[in-house]
């Protein structure tokens, strides 16, 4: 299973930000979908997810500022992000596991920049 992110972007601070990540095929079985982050000189930290069913978490970090969704038939996971922080500024990866086969798959990751 491959995930695409397309590029990334640049925003001012306060501005909205979408970001897709489609996976190149279904996972069979229940799967979650997320994203996580990496600032630089930090670890990566988990953002948000969304499984298959439509249950979503968020860090509290994020919460009440992004939004993430899933389209099962495209094989999909977005987030969309609003009212950006400089300090939201990371490199953004997307995250698909497959919970039968315990399987975890990574997108090469997109560059989110805020700037103040």
């Known amino acids: 299973v491959q995930l695409v992110e397309p590029g990334g972007g640049l925003v001012q601070a306060g501005g909205p930000l979408r970001s897709s990540c489609p996976a190149s095929?279904?996972?069979?079985?229940?799967?979650?979908m997320g994203w996580y982050r990496q600032a630089p000189g930090k670890q990566r930290e988990w953002v948000s997810t969304v499984t298959s069913g439509g249950n979503t978490n968020y860090a509290d970090s994020v919460k009440g500022r992004f939004t993430i969704a899933r389209n099962n038939a495209k094989n999909t996971v977005y987030l969309q992000m609003n009212s950006l922080k400089p300090e939201d500024t990371a490199v953004y990866y997307c995250n698909l596991r497959g919970l039968l086969a315990a399987t975890s798959y990574w997108g090469q990751g997109t560059q989110v920049t805020v700037s103040s």
């Open positions: 095929r279904r996972m069979p079985g229940p799967s979650i």
